[in-house]
């Protein structure tokens, strides 16, 4: 079966601090991957994807993530952390089949940055 | 949450009452969603359509209904069926040519609580 898996419920690190946040899956054939990031009583906001070529994908507002097929992870990484980064942060996945559209959504990563 | 308005933000209801959620978009996307958040929950999806005059149950589809008559439209109700039907509403879309590459764009949601 499909999944996806966000590890920790929370983060914490300090203000300028590199930040990971952690995103394994299950799917079967290749991945889409996903990233969107949540404010407080806001709709989610994309961040990146992976579809295919480097497994280093640059996105929005600093962030990065890395697809790593054999541990099928594709952890959500920023190398200087800002307390405004402080959100609920998603992962998801698409399975690649036909003319799937559906995302499998992991349950979310709380982030606080303390300054 | 450019593009995607849903109305109203937030929405008070008594048990037993239906009540319509609105969500239109003007990014001239096909597919548009329906997901509930449920704290610790993520986001779980309700339906969603793919094209004009057609949509397909989610996961907890029942208790709600949905209709797809234009293509900036697609408005919820959440019936006196359901049973829990406190909760956050986010509504979705995505358009690009290649269902793989297929991105979902989120508006800024509703929370219903019914008294």
């Known amino acids: 079966a499909q999944s996806v898996a966000q590890p920790e419920d929370q983060v914490n690190v300090a203000e300028g601090n590199p930040l990971t946040v952690k995103c394994t899956y299950s799917v079967s054939g290749n991945p889409y991957l996903f990233w969107y990031v949540q404010y407080p009583n806001r709709g989610l906001q994309f961040l990146l994807k992976y579809i295919t070529g480097d497994n280093l994908v640059k996105g929005s507002y600093g962030f990065e993530a890395e697809f790593n097929k054999s541990q099928t992870s594709f952890h959500l990484k920023k190398p200087s952390a800002l307390v405004s980064d402080s959100a609920l942060y998603f992962c998801?996945?698409?399975?690649?089949?036909?003319?799937?559209?559906?995302?499998?959504w992991g349950l979310g990563t709380s982030l606080a940055v303390n300054p | 949450d450019g593009g995607i308005t849903q109305s109203p933000k937030y929405l008070f209801r008594k048990e037993g009452q239906n009540v319509t959620l609105s969500c239109e978009q003007n990014l001239n996307h096909d597919a548009m969603y329906w997901y509930r958040q449920d704290p610790g929950q993520g986001l779980r999806l309700i339906y969603y359509s793919q094209i004009v005059n057609d949509f397909q149950k989610g996961d907890i589809a029942e208790g709600y209904s949905v209709s797809r008559e234009k293509k900036e439209s697609f408005p919820l109700t959440v019936t006196s069926a359901q049973k829990n039907p406190t909760a956050f509403y986010l509504c979705a879309s995505s358009g690009e040519q290649t269902p793989s590459t297929d991105t979902q764009y989120f508006g800024p949601g509703t929370r219903l609580t019914v008294l």
């Open positions: 998801a996945v698409r399975e690649n089949a036909g003319n799937n559209r559906k995302l499998i």
